[in-house]
């Protein structure tokens, strides 16, 4: 669209965030919070291994002391699915009406609360408000209820996005909702709830931050977008100096805690508190911002799972987890992007590996610092380790292709041959 001095560039960007509660204790004021929106009655949305850490009784016991009443639904599918957001929303719906939710977990249980708001503040099924081409791409019509986000891992950034991500299980793919309604009320960061994370989850979550950093840093940046109307405007909007900030600094937690707290992470509370600000600072840079090629080429990856069962995680079904699908291309895929802003990669490496001994090329420096520190944080070598070959590339490609809400974002914009040769070159990394 052009607007009425003729632009047809994009010339303006939207920067959101949710507000934050941070720090050690946080988690007992989430009482509070919700007794100042006026909630009497809420629901906390939680999964059984979030249960066993004794987290969400916390949530219950801060939310009667503030003499709200609440209930507990602890049946959130670790990578939520159609049919098991469809099962929350239906308890939730029952169980209900609700004056707000609790989202108890990592980005699992925040999204599944995501979507159970949503479908029990308005009309609609599920499919109706899933992105296109594979939803309808319908928008909440109206404000959801509050929704006060407590992460208990240091990763997805998920209390601060306005996206919900799930597995439509018929399609074998992942997908979302975003829409700028479904992003919580409250982010309320708590670190000394990740303490009890499994080295294997921290590894996995945290690279899951990386990527968010690294990707919206080197995304499109919105001024190479066409102009849109103010209702047309996606949520990923492009990088922009507001997101840039947040990014960097993500970058800078990471480089000076990330390995600490996977290798000592139950002792060492300062680094865990890096790694949530790393991720609440990362979300509010990819959440406005957006993620492009590591992200897309993850949706396949963890779709069409066979039979890896990663440690640390339940072991009653094959998954490959989020945070290790997004970064097993990774390397190879800013390896590609890096002609399109060379200054940009330049410094994500300098940032994520301040002390590099690359001898490589310009080219070659971020995908060393991601080597790196995915092989001394116990990152499965490449899409082989997680159980692909070469031979599963065709059946990879197009699942990454339908993924154009990302693609767009990329900086330089891949065919379907540049898809299979990333995806072919990162079978090993290292
Ligand atoms: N909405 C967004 O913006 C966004 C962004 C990125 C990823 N995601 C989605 O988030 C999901 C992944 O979330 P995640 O990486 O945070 O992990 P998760 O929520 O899937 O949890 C992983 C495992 O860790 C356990 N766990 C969580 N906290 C724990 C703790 N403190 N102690 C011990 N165990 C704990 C859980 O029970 C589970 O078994 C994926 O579905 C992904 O697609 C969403």
């Not at 629901?43 to 009443?69: K, N, Q, W, Y």
């Not at 922009?240 to 002792?267: Q, Y």
Request: hydrophobic share 40%; with cysteine; aromatic share 6%.
């Amino acid at each position: 669209m052009a607007d009425g001095d003729g632009r047809t560039d994009e010339t303006i960007f939207t920067w959101g965030a949710p507000a934050v509660k941070f720090g050690a204790g946080a988690a007992d004021e989430v009482g509070f919070e919700l007794a100042q929106r006026g909630a009497r009655r809420v629901l906390v949305v939680t999964d059984p291994g979030v249960v066993s850490t004794g987290v969400p009784r916390r949530i219950v016991d801060s939310l009667a002391r503030s003499g709200i009443e609440s209930e507990v639904f602890d049946g959130v599918h670790v990578e939520p699915t159609d049919d098991s957001i469809g099962k929350a929303a239906e308890y939730a719906r029952v169980q209900g009406p609700w004056d707000g939710f609790v989202a108890v977990g990592g980005g699992s249980a925040i999204d599944t609360a995501k979507a159970v708001n949503l479908l029990t503040s308005h009309p609609g099924e599920l499919m109706d408000y899933v992105n296109p081409p594979i939803g309808g791409g319908r928008s909440p019509a109206g404000p959801l209820k509050p929704l006060v986000a407590v992460p208990t891992t240091a990763g997805t950034g998920s209390e601060s996005t306005a996206m919900c991500v799930l597995d439509v299980l018929a399609m074998k793919v992942k997908t979302g909702i975003s829409h700028w309604r479904l992003r919580p009320t409250l982010a309320v960061v708590d670190p000394e709830l990740t303490m009890t994370l499994p080295p294997e989850v921290t590894a996995a979550s945290g690279m899951d931050i990386v990527c968010h950093a690294v990707e919206s840093y080197t995304a499109r940046p919105y001024t190479a977008f066409a102009r849109k109307a103010p209702e047309d405007r996606v949520t990923y909007c492009g990088a922009n100096p507001v997101s840039d900030l947040w990014c960097e600094k993500a970058m800078t937690l990471i480089a000076r805690s990330f390995r600490r707290a996977v290798h000592r992470g139950a002792d060492d509370v300062d680094a865990r508190s890096d790694m949530m600000l790393a991720a609440t600072f990362a979300g509010m840079g990819f959440g406005n911002a957006g993620v492009h090629l590591p992200h897309a080429n993850g949706y396949p990856i963890a779709g069409q799972v066979r039979d890896y069962r990663p440690a640390g995680y339940p072991s009653d079904e094959p998954i490959v987890p989020h945070g290790q699908a997004v970064s097993l291309t990774a390397p190879e895929s800013f390896r590609f992007s890096f002609d399109s802003a060379p200054e940009r990669h330049l410094r994500a490496a300098e940032l994520l590996d301040p002390r590099s001994d690359c001898h490589g090329g310009p080219r070659e420096q971020l995908p060393w610092a991601l080597v790196t520190l995915m092989r001394d944080i116990g990152i499965p070598n490449g899409i082989g380790a997680v159980g692909y070959t070469e031979d599963d590339v065709p059946d990879l490609v197009p699942g990454t292709m339908k993924q154009q809400r990302l693609l767009v974002t990329c900086p330089k914009t891949p065919t379907e041959d540049d898809v299979a040769e990333i995806l072919t070159r990162s079978v090993t990394n290292w």
